[in-house]
Nanobody, 119 residues
Framework: QVQLVESGGGLVQAGGSLRLSCEIR????????MGWYRQAPGKQRELVAA???????TYKDSVKGRFTIARDNTKNMLYLKMNSVNPEDAAVYYC?????????????WGQGTQVAVSS
């Protein structure tokens, strides 16, 4: 059963903007943290931005000031607004959440959405 569904990826020109969306088919109130990861070809998956249940955010250094993570609990959505995109941002972006349930942590991943950057 698919719990996270990303959308919004595509081709963007360097310097342009893109907004990724993640539909979360889980109770938002049960989530411990949520975030966006990315994986470029030949590289390891890396954290791009994350948000705690309390709303605290953290960003990869190279995206600070350019990317913004946001959530809408009323719509069960997580977003990543990407501004001033550069070729190094090209990757498959994954939505991730973790849920603490009866003492266990469960991780959920989306299927990924491709972001390509033209220079």
């Amino acid at each position: 059963q698919v719990q996270l569904v990303e959308s919004g990826g595509g081709l963007v020109q360097a310097g342009g903007s893109l907004r990724l969306s993640c539909e979360i088919r889980l109770s938002m109130h049960s989530l411990n943290s949520m975030g966006w990861y990315r994986q470029a070809p030949g590289k390891q998956r890396e954290l791009v931005a994350a948000m705690s249940s309390g709303g605290a955010t953290t960003y990869k250094d190279s995206v600070k000031g350019r990317f913004t993570i946001a959530r809408d609990n009323t719509k069960n959505m997580l977003y990543l607004k990407m501004n001033s995109v550069n070729p190094e941002d090209a990757a498959v972006y994954y939505c991730h959440v973790d849920r603490l349930l009866v003492g266990w942590t469960y991780d959920y991943w989306g299927q990924g959405t491709q972001v390509a950057v033209s220079s």
